[in-house]
């Protein structure tokens, strides 16, 4: 929390009414969701470095609904454990840099295993009640079969429509994490490049917007498969 709380704040103290038009673009982009794309804001303070990630989840698994198969959920608990791992997201070149704080926001990833054990028992109520609804149909389809054959016919149309609108949420449904990391530099003015290895890390990542601010100023550059290096020196 506290972390997250700094790097605005270097934000709004470095000033210059450039950064009013480069907050201004971070947000229009963050609205856009776009998949393949994401944020990040680096600042530099003394011995300090701030690192600052705002993506969708798409772009580390593929998908932004909650998992709900075990593949999904290893994937998710595997990009949450590396997200941990700073050293092996960054690496910096021109002073020796060690990791001093993580903090992950998280809109999935968060509480799944409780929400499962409530849905299993959610589950084992419900065909409970079903069973006893069952046998009370099978009583009373024995005099009325035609209404059983309706009944199916209109239980069937739900169901599919339960199922479309299931995969329609999953579809139209949105999560991004907000990562933020503090690291401690040895020899942090001689510090000239930091090396984004997320990007080679997972796929799903196309380009980062990235938006660096230091004691000289601030610049904007983009990163991609091709340069996955932020260049430090136009902020000293």
């Not at 199916?152 to 299931?166: A, F, I, L, Q, V």
Request: proline share 3%.
């Amino acid at each position: 929390q506290e972390i997250q709380m700094k790097l605005p704040l270097l934000l709004a103290i470095t000033g210059a009414s450039t950064l009013s038009v480069v907050h201004a673009q971070s947000e229009r982009d963050l609205d856009s969701h776009e998949h393949g794309a994401a944020l990040m804001n680096i600042a530099l303070e003394e011995s300090s470095v701030f690192i600052e990630l705002e993506t969708p989840w798409d772009n580390f698994v593929g998908f932004e609904h909650a998992p709900s198969t075990d593949e999904q959920k290893e994937l998710v608990a595997s990009t949450l454990e590396l997200l941990n791992q700073p050293d092996q997201l960054f690496a910096f070149e021109g002073g020796t840099c060690v990791s001093a704080a993580v903090s992950i926001d998280s809109d999935i990833g968060n509480d799944e295993d409780h929400h499962d054990e409530e849905h299993g028992h959610d589950k084992e109520t419900t065909e409970s009640d079903h069973k006893d609804e069952h046998d009370d149909d099978e009583h009373h389809d024995e005099e009325h079969g035609h209404d059983k054959e309706t009944a199916e016919s209109d239980h069937k149309d739900e169901h599919d429509d339960d199922e479309h609108g299931e995969h329609d949420h999953e579809e139209s449904t949105h999560s991004s994490a907000l990562v933020s990391y503090e690291f401690s530099c040895d020899n942090a003015d001689s510090l000239s490049t930091i090396n984004v290895n997320i990007l080679s890390m997972w796929p799903g990542f196309e380009e980062i917007d990235v938006q660096l601010i230091g004691p000289g100023g601030q610049s904007l550059t983009t990163l991609g498969a091709d340069n996955a290096s932020v260049e430090l020196g136009d902020v000293r």
